[in-house]
């Protein structure tokens, strides 16, 4: 509407990888006098907003910005069968769209490996944290349950998508309610949620350990490691990737520090 | 599904009769495929896992290949008749998932420089599955590679630690993947740098140090024994040629 973009921005649109590899060595010889491109602090956050109820027709909806990064989490919920293997719980079901209008790099069409990752990422915290009491959600066992769907919905890509998704996903389970009266099945009432799994990401750079990686910082980044924590400090999920290699020193340290910083964003945004 | 046995550690023993820091027992074959460039075929407990390498190849379509360095491709699946429930064949989310991140345990490893706009593929069948089939494909894979010829910093050796009836144990079976508290599969070079670390279940700071321990110590039995599979297969070749098969002495090659 008459804005125009700064030109960084617009080059930037031209291609993330070959704008991070320029900036490098500056991002590079920054990190060694101890600083960041945004002036944060090695284990700061990008500041966070988290506004709940956004989506009328979901059961439960949160949009998150992280930084630039914007998502939003719509949560859906049906009776239908539980799985063969396991009849006496409910289902839970996550799947992440990192749709074309996140991000020139983003493509039309079925999920792909990056889209899988994180949403089963973001998954492994929220069922193994057992924040959702799925034994519950089982109306009869083998043949009525309640299906949970997180649909994570990528709208800007800014960097660091799985900790905005864990956030965005853990918020709308917090803001959701059961709609059994739709199905004349009872009153409704609000989704129980017995914990808040937060992930946090690191990335490795420059042989320092940095939270919550901007778009650039963690296309530079050949580590990637997530750790993801419960409310009483334990851990219910980690996922290494990228393609350098992380020493158990730096494993344990990324454990200590997505720790501390999981419980300030908990205390801050996520606590009712 | 089994049902959730009442204690999975009675006298220190599993329920498999092994000890908490004691691998299932491993057995490996080299080679035993003839048309790819290299392969090993894997036993450990009841998994049965066949790798094969082919490579470094010329990559299509061309606008894939990268021009400073070889593009690594690695397919994990699973036969349909490798698990109790007939699983429908092709990928599934978990295997995509499976399959990137055991792309990303062998990069750093494998000296892709050498070899630009080039593919060299690793491919992953599971044949029979009993918990631990990425682990257990890692350790696979790294053998095939090393069969290949694909020049390396060294080994990648993997195993899962894990937490039932409180304690951490290595390499979970069936049961204890099942119905354990958390699970960690781990891959690591000789030198201890990890290269594949996921986790699931719940485990407290402590216990992940803890964990992390006992997964050096089992990286370091697997590579061992990848290690003399691999002058196994090679000292029979050299005596077929009349050369000396003394092995080199053992040391941390990626350091």
């Known amino acids: 509407m008459g804005k125009t973009p700064a030109p960084s921005r617009k080059v930037m649109q031209m291609s993330d990888d070959v704008m991070a590899e320029i900036h490098r060595d500056y991002l590079f010889n920054l990190v060694l006098k101890g600083e960041r491109d945004d002036g944060r602090a090695f284990d700061e956050f990008r500041d966070i907003s988290i506004e709940t109820g956004v989506a009328g027709m979901a059961e439960g909806s949160a949009l998150v910005t992280l930084g630039d990064t914007q998502i939003l989490v719509g949560i859906k919920i049906q009776p239908g069968e539980p799985f063969p293997d396991t009849p006496d719980v409910g289902v839970l079901i996550t799947n992440t769209e990192l749709i074309p209008m996140a991000s020139p790099e983003y493509e039309a069409g079925p999920p792909r490996e990056a889209a899988i990752e994180i949403a089963r990422v973001v998954d492994r915290g929220i069922r193994e944290s057992k924040a959702i009491d799925l034994e519950k959600l089982c109306m009869v066992k083998g043949e009525k349950v309640w299906i949970i769907f997180i649909d994570i919905h990528v709208l800007n890509n800014g960097g660091n998508i799985i900790d905005a998704a864990s956030i965005g996903s853990i918020a709308a389970l917090l803001n959701t309610t059961l709609p059994a009266e739709r199905y004349g099945l009872g009153e409704d009432s609000p989704l129980p949620v017995r914990d808040i799994p937060v992930a946090v990401t690191a990335i490795e750079f420059g042989g320092e350990l940095l939270l919550d990686p901007s778009l650039e910082e963690g296309k530079l980044a050949g580590t990637v490691f997530t750790v993801i924590t419960n409310s009483d400090g334990s851990i219910s999920g980690m996922q290494k990737s990228g393609i350098e290699p992380l020493t158990i020193e730096q494993a344990m340290r990324v454990v200590d520090m997505a720790g501390t910083a999981a419980a300030k964003i908990r205390e801050k945004f996520l606590e009712v | 599904m089994s049902e959730k046995p009442e204690h999975f550690i009675v006298d220190g023993k599993r329920l498999d009769g092994r000890s908490v820091n004691e691998l299932r027992p491993v057995k490996i074959e080299l080679s035993p495929l003839d048309r790819a460039d290299g392969s090993c075929y894997l ?26 360095k070889a593009v690594v491709q690695y397919r994990y699946n699973m036969a349909a008749f490798s698990v109790d429930e007939r699983i429908r064949p092709g990928h599934s989310r978990r295997s995509i998932e499976i399959s990137k991140v055991g792309r990303d345990a062998f990069e750093y490893v494998i000296f892709t420089k050498f070899f630009p706009k080039t593919a060299i593929d690793i491919f992953i069948e599971v044949l029979q599955a009993d918990a631990g089939t990425r682990t257990a494909g890692i350790n696979a894979a790294s053998l095939a590679l090393a069969d290949a010829g694909i020049p390396m910093r060294g080994l990648v050796s993997a195993c899962a630690v894990g937490k039932v009836d409180g304690e951490i144990v290595l390499d979970l079976m069936k049961e204890e993947d099942n119905f354990g508290e958390a699970d960690v599969p781990i891959a690591m070079t000789a030198g201890g740098k990890i290269t594949h670390l996921q986790m699931d279940g719940n485990l407290t700071k402590e216990e992940f140090y803890e964990a992390l321990k006992l997964a050096k110590i089992g990286c370091d039995k697997v590579y061992k024994l990848q290690r003399q599979a691999l002058i196994e297969k090679y000292s029979k070749e050299c005596a077929g040629n009349g050369e000396d098969a003394s092995p080199e002495p053992e040391g941390d090659a990626d350091e």
């Open chain 2, 43 to 68: 036993e450990w407990g009841r998994n049965k896992i066949m790798a094969a390498v082919y490579g470094p190849r010329e990559l299509h379509p061309r606008h894939r290949q990268n021009m400073t």
